[in-house]
Structures are given as C-alpha cells and as structure tokens.
C-alpha cells in the first residue's frame, strides 16, 4: 500500500541506531533531524530551546557530560550549527506544516536511547549488518529510533497528500527518564493542539498487528534522595556520627511498606542506592534513586507523599538531613475511543495489518501522557498508538531490534488517520 | 556481737513479707513502720506527703488500684488514721533522731514489692512456715521487707547508742519502678544531710560477705510511648489507616539500633509492646513500654534523647503521633571511698562477718542513687553498702528468701557505721 | 406479593439478635433454627458434627470458652437435647427438602454474630424495643440474624410450593473470622448441589434494590504467628535473650513490604500484635495476628507464601522460633450471570423491590465463597445475592441493623429464584 | 643519644612515602627493603611467599590490579628481580640476626598504605618538599613509611650491637585491611619466638612522648556480603523480582541492633553499602561491606556470629541468597608488664625522651595482634609500643605527617629494649 521509499528509512533509522544518545544528550540525533527537515517544505522548524520549556526540564547531566556528547556529536559528523543551537542540552525539534483551513494535529515521537551495552551476537541484525551503537554502553533498546524514522515519514507522507490542516510533530528528548514530556507539552507549541497522536513500535505486539488505543499508563515520579550526615570512626568514637546508611535503610523498609490503595494499583521502587566511604566510619553520605508510580495521577501522587515523608521522617530519625530531587515525572492518561476508532478504520484497510486490536494495557510509564493530557485537558482528544513489530529481544534487552518493514507501515497507518481526522474532525 | 532482740525483727520482717505491696500502694507496709516508729523515742517522723516531693512522683497507678490496696491494707488491720494520711499514693515517711551536735547523717532503705506470685513449694521458707504472701501475684521478691527491717533496727540500735549528730531513715517507696528516688531526694529532707548510707541484701553474695562500697550503677530510664494514628478496614481502604503497628515497629528496629557509645556501656530494651485490635483493622493505637540505660547519666541520657528521636520521626514516618511519658529514672553514682572504709574497718571487727569485699558492681539501676547523687552534688559523702546473704532463688524470682540471721548483722554493720561517721566526720 | 407472615419471621430474628454468638460457639443459633425446623416436613437435618468436615475447622475456641457459651445457651432456654448434639463447638446445621425429580440447589446463609458491644442508645431499635443484645460486648452486627430468618423463611416458601428438586440449607457457623465456610463445604453435602445460590443483606444497598451477583471478593488468610525466644534481665545480660520483639518488629515492616503483584490488589495487615512482659526484660513471647488478601485466590496465595517466609526469616534473624498457624481462609469467586439473570428477572417482577442492580464489588472477604467455588470446580453455578436494606449504622458498628420489611422481600426473591432455577435448570 | 645516621633513615622514609602503595600491593615498598637489607650481614632474608602462609591471605585484588601495581613498581626501578619473587601479591619479608645463645625476639612493623588522596597544601611537607605520593590517590597517612625505616633501624642498631640472641623483624603487609597479620603469624616464622615487639608512632602522642605498653586493641572482622536475587521491571512486574535491596535494607537494620553485651563493647558498621541499577528495575545485586568489632576476641566472634545470621536471614527474607566474605580479621590482645617496664627503663634514660607513658588504650583494631597473641599463646611475651611524634594532620587525613627526628628516637628506643630483653630474659 505504500508508496515510501523504504529504503530511505531504513538508512536513517540505522544511522540513529548507530548513534544512541541518552537523555538531553540527543545532539546528533536532533542534528540528524533537523538536517533532514530543512529540505523538506516546512512552514516552521522549532529547534531545541524553540522547542522547550526550558525550566522545566529534570534531571539534566552536568555541562562536563553534555559536552562530551557534544564533542562525540561533532566527530560523529553532525552539522555544526545545528548542534550550537542544541549546546546546554536543549534536544529535541518541532516540525510544522500548515495547509489551509483544517484542524491542529499533533503527533508526537520520542528520540533517546538507553544506557545498555548493545549485544554483539552474531545473531544480533545490527551487529551482523554493521549498524550496531557506536557509543558503547548506550543502545536503542526501546524502538526511539524507529519512532524518530515514524516521525520523518509521516512528514514526507502528508506533504504529498492532499491534508488540510496544520501538522506539528514533536521530536520529544528525554522519554526513557520521563522528564522530556512535560518541557514540551508547557513549550507552548501544544496550546492550539486539537488531536494528539503518539506511537510505540513493538510492546510485544508481532509484526502485522496494530493497537489503535493503549491505555494503562502508570502515572510515574523518579526521585532522588540523598542523605547527609556526619562521619566518625567507627571503632573509636561511633557516637559521634550521623549514620545516613542507617537511615536509607529506614527509608527503603518502609518506603515498599507505604501502605497499598484500594483505589488501585501503586508501585515503589528503590532501584538504585548507595552510601559509605570504607567499612570503619561511619557512613557520612547515602542516596537513593527510586520511583513510585499509580494506575491513575492520583495514585501516583499518593504514592509520592508518602514516600516524601519517610524520606524525611528517615532522615530525621537518624539526626540526618535528606533532599528530596524529582528527576522526572509523568501523568497517567487514557486514549480517546473516537481517535482509536480511526486508527482502527485505517489500520483494517492496510494491506500489511494482519490484526487489529481495540486497546491494550501498556503496563509502565510514557511521558506522552503529558502531551495527551495537555490536549485532552483543553477539550482536544489524544490517542496513543502501538505498531507492532517482531522484536526478538525483549524491551531493553541487549538483543532488542524492530523489523524494519514495519517502519513504513507504521507511516502510512499513523498519516492516514492524521489526515482522516483532519478530514472529519471527530 | 549483736544485743538486739532478733525474734523481733525476724517478725516484724515476716509480717511485711506476708504483706508485699507495688510502688505507691505500700499502705499496710508505710503504716506498719509508723506504727513501730511512734513508740520510739524519735524528733521528727514525716509521713506520705510530707516525706515526698508530690510533683516528681511518676507512674502512680489510678485511683481504682490505689483505693484496691488501701482497701486490702485496712482490711490486713493496718491503722485507719495512717492510712488516711497516704490516700493518693503518697507512701513512705522519714524518721529522724537529733542528738547534739554532731552531723546529719541519711541512711536510705526500701520498701516496696514486685508484681511476682511467691512459690508455694515446701522447700520455700515463707511457704513452709506460713508468711507466704497473702497479696497473690505480688511478693517481696528483691529483699526489701528486709531492708525496711533493718531501718527499724538501726533507728533501735542509734538510739541505744551514745550517738552524736543527726539521723535521717528514709523508708522509701517505689524503688522497683525507679520512681520513688527522686520525690524523696528533692523532698527537702535530704538538703542537709552530709553522709549519705544506703543498704542491700543479697546481690549473690552469701551470708557473712559484706561489701564495702558498691559501684557500677546504670542510669535508667523507664518511658512509655504510646502511638495514636487512624483506624480503616484492612481489606477496604487500606490507604485511609494511619498505622501505629508501622509506626511501631520502626521504632523497635530503630531503638536497638541507636549508636554504641565509646564512652561506656549502654542498654535498650522495648520489653512490653502491642498495638491494633482485630486481624482486618489498621490499627489505631499501639505503645512500647521500654527503657534505656547507661554506665553514667551522660550515657543514659545519650540514649534517652536518641529513643525520643526514633519514637517520635517513627510515628512521623507513619503519620501518626505519639506521646511519650518517663515512668521512672535514676542516674549513675559511685560510692565514695572514706565511707566504704569505715564499712571495711567495722565488718572486719564484727564476727559474724568472715569475708570483707570493698567494691562490686551492680550491674543494674537503683533509685538510691538520687539520693546518693543529691548529697554528693552538694559536698557531701555516699556509699551503698551491700550485706550478703544465702539466698536460695536468685533476685526477681519466685522462691527468693533471706536468711533471716543476716538481719542483725546488717543492723549491727550499719549502725556502727553511723556511729563512726558522727564520731570522725570522714 | 408475599404471602409469608413477616410478623413470625420478625419475631424469630429479634430472638436471635437477641442472643447473637460468636464462631463455633452459636448453640443457642442452632439450637433455635433446629427447634423451628423440626416442626417442618424435612427429608433431612444435618445437625453439628453430621454438616461440618470437623477436621477443617480453624481457630475453635478451647474449651472453657466453648463450654462457657454452651452454658448460656442452656440458660437462655435452648433445647438441652439439641445443645448436647453440638458440644466441642460442632455448631450448625445442613436442612434437606427432596422434591421429585429436579436440580439439587444449595441456598448458604451465616448465623453468627461479633464481639461488638450493641449500643443502649433510644435512637437504636433494639434497645428501644427490648431485643438489644443480652450477651454483653456480642452482637449481631452483620445481619446474620436476618440471614438465618431468610434460611428459615425460604424452607417455609418452598415446602408450601410446587418446587420439584432438592433443596439444601446450610446454615453456616463462623464466617466472620472465616473458617467456617470450609468445613461445610468439605462435609459431603455439597458433593452433589448443581446450584448455589448465597445471600448478604445490606451491604450499603437501600431498602427495596437487590443485587443479583456480587462480585469482587478478596481471597483470604488469617493467621497467627507466635515467636518464641528467650528471656535475659536487659540490663544485666542483654546479650543472653533470643528477643521477640526484634523478631517481631522485623516481620512487621517486611510484611508490609512484600512486593505489589501486577496481577491485581493485594493486601497485608498486621492487625493485632504484642509481646514482652517488662521494661526490664528482653521479651520472650511475642505475636502477630494478621491477614492477607488478593483479589484473586492466586494473588491471596503469593502473599500468603511471602508472609510465611519473611516471619520464619524474621524469628531464625533473631534466634527465636515462631509457630504460623491459619486461623481462617477463604478463596475469591465470581457469580454466575445465568443465575444472576434469574434473580433479576424475578426481582424485576416483585413490587417491593425499586431497583435491580446487575453487579456489585465486595471489596471484602466472605468463606461463602468455599462453597460458591466447591459447586463451580464441579461444573455447577453459583451466585452471590445482595438484598437491600436501609442499615442506620454500617456493618460492624454498633448501631448496625436492618429494616425487618426487607426480611420477607428477601425471602421472596431467593425463594422464587430457586424454583425457577429447578424450572429452567440453566 | 644516638649515634644512627639519621639522614639516610629520612631519606629512606621519603622514598616509601614518595610511593605508597596498597594492602597486597606493596611491591614498591618491599623491594626497596630488600635492596637495602642486602647489603646487611643478615642471617637470613625470607621475602614474599617464604614469609607468609599463603592460604591465610584474604581480599587479595585481581590480577589486573596487582599487575598494574606490579608495573608501577618497576616504573619506579624497583629491582626486578625481586618484584619477580612478589608477583601475585606476596609482598613483605623477614629479616633474620642469629648472634650466640640469646633468647628469640621478634619485632614487627608494617609497610601498607591507604587510598587517600594526599594534601598538595603548601603547608604539607611532603608536598613542600619534594616528596608527596606518586601514586595518585595514595598515601602513607598512618606512618607506616616511619614503621618501616624503624624496622631497618632497629637491624642496624643492633647489628652494631653486642647483642646475644636471635632477632626476626617482620616487615608486615596489608595491616590497614587487617589481612596481613595472620599469614605472618602462620608463617612458622614466629614459632620459636619467645619475645615479640610491635610499634606505632604518633597516635596522638607528641613528639618526645612514649608509650610502654598499648592496650584496647579491638578485635575485629571485615566482611563482604554480597547479595543476589532476580531482576524485574518495577513497574511491570514487582512481584516477579527478589529484591535485594529490601534485604540489605533488613540486614542493615538488624546488624545494628544486635544486642549490646553485658561483658564489654562491641561495634558494628556497614561502612560501604550499594545496590540496584536503575529506579526501575527491582534491584538483582546488592551489596553491604561491613566491620564488627569487640572489646575482646570473644566480643567479637559474639558480633560476628550475629552478624552472619541476620545477613543470611534477610537474604532468605526476600528470597535472595547472600554470600559472605571475611575480608580481615584481628583479635584482641594485651601488652604484657615485663616488657613494657623495659621500654619504660630505657625511655626513662633516653634525652629526647620528654615523657614516659605506662599505657595507653588504642581505642581501634590492629592486626599485630595476631602475631602478639601467638606468642603469648606459646608462653611468650608481648607488647605493643607507642612513639609519639608531632603529627599536623589525624591520622587517616590527607595532610597526616611525621617529625623525621622521631625517627632515630624510636630505633634507639626500640633497639635498646630489645638487646636489654635479651640480656634479661623477663
């Protein structure tokens, strides 16, 4: 049924496999994007601080760390005056298309990769075909590659239709540590978004099958404690520190004890801690680096104040004193029925779709949800779109790889229901 | 040695073994010493509230259990018009001696019982020969019938002797629970006392050992804790509950866990917990009963303020309150040396006395140490003496007994004592 | 529409909540239900011992407490004949009516009451009109007085109809701490029932609505864990106890923290617990009775398992013991829709009733469902039947009742239903 | 007083300073002690493996670390034939003087140094003077460079001497990490010694002062437990994952509160605590590298014994395994009198010996320990001598540093009570 270049998308999409960058980090990527668009007749093209809310952005890596992937960005071969616009770790692009009367259309894409040592398995496609990370111990092990390709196509896909409206598609950094979402959904390019489109490759959905609406988001906080207190030597004078392992240790046992809610589904995690310097003092720094999560908002929000205060009733405990980061947060959100019903209607009369599925739980936690909220909360509909693809490692998993076929499906489904909708408003 | 009448001390003993009573309901045992006091020849003999600071009384039972005992102690045929002057749980009195000018010179005994059933084992003495405790669940259980015995004796001996100076007997309540030191210490009888003695019987050591000077008293304290939170169904609403049991139970893990102290040896024990009221409520009220102790009041008070910040971020942590009551201290002390010598020389010359130890730890609290601090802190000299005795159960258990032969020895060692102290003013 | 006399029934279910009685002690319950029903022309009547699998009951009071019961039973005015069927806490009883040649149906309610003491206010209709309870902090607080007169009111309904099957009454001791569902539904008489219907009245539903099929029950277990060390003087000997109360503590917070299943709610509760005997004393014995839930019987199970494994590494941590015994379990069900329509059609059909609802979330736990489960594993149906009623006061409160006009709509509802279901067998 | 050289015992110090180097990696440092023991008329040189009793090594680093040790060392023109003798961490020597019939003394000093960073404050002197760590991050913050010159002192001074008797000076590895002791003491070198001196300078005594006889040496055990579980996605599937953060949380709390013990202090510490990877998945490994010490060895082994059930009972706890490791270990011991007054003698006639100290508690843990406790086991005498020295900095600082004239003060000391021991015999 389609009429793209598969090729073509294949190349770029193997060209940002080749090239994963973790959050706020998506120099060339953003480059690689830009440098695509510019030939192609936009209207508009917000680029990284453009493209932002730039105080909201979370959990952002010190300059040393961004300059460095700057640095790797540039010996990579990206355009240089693209990534001067991107220095300080404003990633990510806005591309607009506007034609004639219609309706605001969003449609978002993510674009970061995950720190993950990529397999080198023979059996591995981008191992065996030459397009393996070349940033070692970073990998797109969750499809933003392809989702970035989506993106792309989609552009060139309604710029030959007959689509009136206005498109705007949001390159969104910073997915993977939930903090990209809301910098773009508050950048005010949203505000006049009527009907919001996302998509996910994969979720173990096969090849062929495409979900119209995915529901189940975890509304999510990924938070960072870290404890102060005072050292001492253990052996002669263990009174005289504040031990901040002691209170971690507090803190996580009641943390997963935060009491259950009937209202729903809630999680807690302590996914990452740390503290002490060397087994005879007292130990004068800890963290944790942890995250709570709900079935709705609410619940999340349950979750957060509760693990607020045994953080600090922890700290408190031990004569410690503790701060309290979020690194990144997102809402829970729901698809619209009358967006989902048009995938489904598109999705029905594709060729390559072998199976079309109503809705499914996604299971975790997208910062999408910020963008569809925002619309949703303006009275616009936002749908969240699942393409599946064969993928023969699971998400995040060194093995982790789409059949790039399914790129170009994925395109023509999501631009035909952008210009569906643009069509009858729904 | 002795020319006291021993038959009558060796009843008015058992008459008070017969009768044991806990802190602040020793009616029938206060009012059997008043008794046998009036028909002394004595200056001065303040009773119940005129013998206690009233404010620093703490733990005093409620109305209901003190009008109980005073009930038991009119109906055991305790004098009406003594009980009178006690109602409220004002228990104890001092007796005191003025003799020319010689100077002021306390001896500290005890006089309350324990919460423990007496063995009615034939092997048991108080059993066989019918002075087992008539209060069931209760029995002198730490040799404290003995002590106040040996009061009387000295207060018989002192005023048969040429005696210069002034005695003070305090007859003190409520030692068991260390709660009955301080009222007496800051009663204002103590004020002008220079040489303080204190007495115990037993302590494994065996009839004819008398030490000296005992030291290594811990600092106590008692508290209650006691959590207040919210009650939901378990099963419904969970996340409506404010749990106590939660609250508690990080505070257990967390008091065991206050940092050791390179100063000396500390102590925690929650011995007495509970909390909620069925398997599918959150429960609302829980408490710990516990203490804490210390090598010197420093210590002690180390871990006293560590305990309240657990107890107090542990109920905070859950969303709770709590409310935390001290029901009894003592601090540390140390006999002072010029007074156990005058012990060390007097037991040496007495014969019943085979074996003389000048110091031993005692290796738990003791209220006389109020007392002891009280008169040091203002110059003047203390000791605790200690006089041995063959007891056959070990200290708080069911079959404890004295030899009864060590009550006139006791008298004896400690009225020279006194008498050598007025004589050379150490 | 009924044609029952309301004032026979009503007068039946005052003598019961007059006389209400906890688990395996409700022999004047069953004494009294057994009375009425010798008046009626049964096939059958399995009393005590003959409708329990008496090896399956959990958590039997001892004897004294049984006997005491038993006692009051007699003194109230129970027949001694039927009382000496049910000693040992057999209480109980199975009636069986055969009818030709239709379905055999099972109709389940519960007969025992709380440890609730039953307000004396003049607003609550008990004490107003004389059938407050005379057993003193006991009361039936759930309904289960009505339940038993529904049993009673169906027999009648059905004996005077032209049903054709068999019809089984249990009438079913200690579903409140629910251990009484398992013995009865592993008594044999379940063995051969194609269809189960059970009822609840109440439940937050108004006078005049009924519920045709309740969902939503959380599976189940109660337990108890009793921890057992070793004593040592806190002071003296710290290190010589095996505490409990540390052991105790620590199965608290992990208990709680037992990880959250993504296959549905679970819950966790530590509802009732104590331990130690003295501030000074490293506590030897200590307790937890708790429970768990799931939302489904799988979920009840992992938790269930999890709780087993943290208390016994909680007591092995602190070198103490602890022996888990279940003192009530029951499992999760569903309704069935086909006799779920049946009461909806008749429900629709009978002029009292003013709302049909389809189905309702318990969001509790009930032992009905061992015998809804026992039916279903063997191919059967089953359904559980809410029945409205306006409660002043909630379940489980003190002001708990019911509108005694809701009594004989209850009984034409299931009554009907039954013999619909023989009709129609579906 | 002494007639050493003292510019080439500084000169030689500054040398081990210049090159610090790690427990097990002392390579640097114990061919330099070779070199120049070789040009003394020894009796025997027993270097690396024929020093130590290999399998009594623990936390020996990797390969690649000794390696990379290995290199530095020979960068630094170590001798390569005797780095070839230490490869695979067998670092240190014994140097051996057999003169006539005397009694077998031995003397044991320590080489290793700490992984600090050390002061290139202008104040410092080694970085004033030219001889601040070229082992980045490395540092001789305990003096053992001193240690070390005074072991080579010690064997001039008494090669020079008419000393009768046999002497073993053990240049000790690996004291900081307390593993280096007990594979000495293992050695079957000190077998046969009869008299045995240990040494430290500075510890907060100041330049002129002395120590006879140092006791209070904590006994104590590192350990390394390592915990493993199963990884899940925290959002996804918590319950999927065995958390051995949970455990180590439980294990950290409960290691705390093992119980105080009546018979003196105790320490515990999880001084360097980690685990996880991400905030999303449910943590695999954990880790918590810890210490216990005790007043005596007996103390110890109690805290050690605790210690391993509380981290094998929290592993089990969450369903984790845990494997534990000793990483070091040290008993107790105590100087004896007979030799400390010997040190006390010659102290006494010393000029720059400005103030004799009888004893001294040490208030930490050593490993000399090992070998002191050895030979008083066999009947022999030990005693652990302090040398005071002006030091800016604390020990364990980055600016700690020696007065270099207190040097030659401890060799003469040193050397003199050894040659008066053999004389003695005490």
Chains 1, 2, 3, 4 share one sequence.
Request: net charge negative; proline share 4%.
């Amino acid at each position: 049924m389609s009429v793209l270049d598969a090729d073509r998308y294949r190349e770029f999409r193997r060209d940002l496999h080749r090239h994963p960058e973790p959050a706020w980090c998506e120099f060339y990527t953003t480059a690689r994007i830009v440098e695509e668009l510019r030939d192609r007749e936009l209207t508009d093209l917000h680029v990284g601080p453009a493209a932002l809310a730039a105080d909201e952005r979370l959990n952002v890596p010190d300059e040393e760390t961004l300059d460095d992937w700057l640095d790797r960005a540039r010996g990579a071969g990206a355009d240089p005056d693209v990534l001067d616009r991107l220095e300080g770790g404003y990633t990510g692009c806005i591309a607009v298309i506007e034609r004639g009367d219609g309706p605001v259309i969003g449609f978002r894409v993510d674009i970061d990769a995950l720190p993950i040592l990529e397999s080198d398995d023979a059996e591995h496609a981008p191992a065996a075909e030459g397009f393996r990370s070349a940033n070692e111990g970073y990998m797109h092990a969750c499809g933003h590659d392809a989702h970035a390709t989506i993106g792309l196509g989609v552009i060139d896909s309604i710029l030959e239709s007959d689509f009136a409206g206005t498109l705007k598609v949001f390159f969104q950094p910073s997915e993977e540590q939930v903090s990209g979402g809301k910098p773009m959904a508050e950048s005010g390019h949203l505000d006049d978004v009527e009907y919001l489109y996302a998509v996910h490759i994969g979720l173990d959905h096969p090849s062929g099958e495409v979900v119209c609406g995915i529901d189940g988001f975890l509304a999510v906080r990924h938070f960072l404690a870290a404890f102060e207190g005072e050292p001492a030597h253990a052996g002669a004078r263990p009174e005289q520190g504040r031990n901040t392992v002691q209170a971690m240790a507090a803190a996580i046992q009641n943390l997963y004890a935060i009491p259950r809610h009937a209202d729903g589904q809630t999680r807690v995690n302590a996914g990452l801690v740390g503290g002490g310097t060397a087994t005879n003092i007292i130990p004068e720094e800890s963290f944790i680096e942890g995250e709570v999560r709900g079935e709705s908002t609410e619940l999340a929000e349950y979750m957060s104040r509760h693990a607020d205060r045994v953080l600090r009733a922890s700290a408190e405990m031990h004569d410690c004193t503790v701060s309290i980061e979020t690194l990144g947060e997102a809402p829970s959100a729901t698809s619209d029925d009358a967006l989902a019903a048009i995938v489904g209607d598109v999705a029905g009369e594709h060729d390559g779709v072998t199976n079309v599925v109503d809705t499914a739980e996604l299971g975790g936690s997208e910062d999408a949800t910020y963008l569809m909220q925002a619309v949703q909360d303006d009275g616009g509909l936002a749908c969240y779109v699942g393409v599946g693809t064969d993928h023969p490692g699971g998400h995040h998993t060194n093995t982790f790889d789409v059949d790039e076929a399914d790129l170009t499906l994925g395109i023509d489904v999501l631009a035909e229901s952008i210009r569906r909708v643009a069509d009858t408003r729904p």
